[in-house]
């Protein structure tokens, strides 16, 4: 059920999603939002934050209950983006954390490996991280330049990664590197370094002033000669990292979907809200036949992008979740998302 939306039930939601969804909405109404202010002024949540989640079982809830996930499926992740959004959170680095990072173990690591990693990304007592940009390379990763060159039994790293999501508390990162140059997207791999800020060669770098989403930490990264076990490449041999990242690209997208789903919703909610209680000319501005009329436009828009992105969500669960529909969804949600949330401001006047 939605706040905006109290007769809609998503047509995938169960009983089981339902009540994740109550839960939700009050850990992060009681957790998150009274933080922002101060989350936006130390640019990151509390470290802590990220195991008062895992407490709450909010965290890697479709994997695998066997790795100490949740068992669920991405409609379990979607409900968390969207009351994240509800709480007018914009801090959590979740959806990196929970719905993107931890499938690319999920989806290819060996057993021993998702073993070690998984249960402690699910508690919160390890955050991850994926080092994809760099400073003159962004969706072009056929272009990185970090490289990691086997020596012995292990890789040694060198290059540096910039907007990088959950840089400060990362524990386990991703790393997107060339592990042999000449082979273009061939070559790219992808390892998992276990950092911290004594490893030798691994060095975060400044905190990244951004545009929004002051609280979310994101910043610099560096290696030097830092170096990781060839146990802890991810697939079968070098050089699936390219195609490994396109495999996960239609549920990456999804999730921004939903998150902007979500957002839209959560901004239509409080303009209704906020109209209420404002009064111009001697009445609420809700009583202005225009603002009613407006109102209305932007709960009907919501409502036609919820249901698409609904739709998708559906597709993931029944494992039809392709990229191009995929991408459909984020285009409508995040163009149209915008859209909304710009109408809805003005409501608030100066």
């Known amino acids: 059920m939605s706040e905006l939306f109290p007769d809609y039930r998503s047509p995938w939601e169960t009983d089981d999603q339902a009540l994740l969804r109550k839960h939700a909405a009050e850990f992060f109404r009681k957790e998150a939002t009274p933080n922002q202010d101060r989350w936006a002024a130390q640019h990151q949540v509390d470290r802590e934050f990220w195991t008062k989640a895992g407490a709450a079982g909010l965290l890697c809830l479709d994997i695998a209950e066997e790795y100490g996930g949740g068992g669920g499926n991405f409609g379990h992740e979607a409900i968390v983006q969207q009351k994240i959004a509800y709480a007018h959170d914009t801090a959590f680095g979740f959806a990196v954390h929970s719905t993107i990072v931890a499938h690319y173990i999920a989806a290819y690591a060996t057993e021993d490996q998702k073993k070690r990693w998984l249960s402690k990304c699910a508690s919160g007592e390890s955050v991850l991280a994926i080092a ?37 508390h990362c524990d386990l990162l991703v790393i997107v590197a060339k592990t042999d140059p000449a082979q273009g997207a061939g070559g790219i791999s992808l390892l998992v370094a ?20 002051h609280g979310q930490d994101t910043r610099e990264l560096f290696f030097s000669d830092m170096r990781i076990p060839v146990a802890n490449l991810l697939g079968e041999q070098e050089g699936l990292g390219f195609y490994q990242l396109m495999e996960q690209l239609a549920r990456e997208r999804l999730a ?91 409501f608030f006047g100066g």
């Open 256 to 346: 921004i979907a939903s998150v902007c789903s979500g957002m839209a919703e959560a901004a239509v909610l409080e303009a209704i809200r906020y109209t209420k209680e404002r009064e111009a000319f001697g009445k609420p501005l809700i009583g202005f036949q225009h603002n009613r009329f407006a109102l209305a436009e932007l709960k009907a828009e919501v409502l036609s992008f919820k249901t698409t992105v609904d739709y998708c969500v559906q597709s993931y669960i029944d494992g039809r979740n392709d990229p191009a529909t995929a991408s459909m969804a984020k285009l409508v949600a995040a163009d149209r998302g915008v859209a909304v949330v710009d109408r809805c401001v003005q």
């Open 194 to 213: 276990e950092v911290d800020d004594d490893l030798h060669g691994f060095e975060r770098g400044r905190v990244l002033e951004k545009v929004g989403q």
């Open 132 to 168: 994809m940009t760099e400073p003159g390379t962004g969706s072009d990763l056929q272009a990185v330049r970090t490289t990691a060159v086997r020596d012995g039994d292990d890789y040694v790293v060198n290059g540096s990664k910039t907007f990088i999501s959950n840089g400060t």
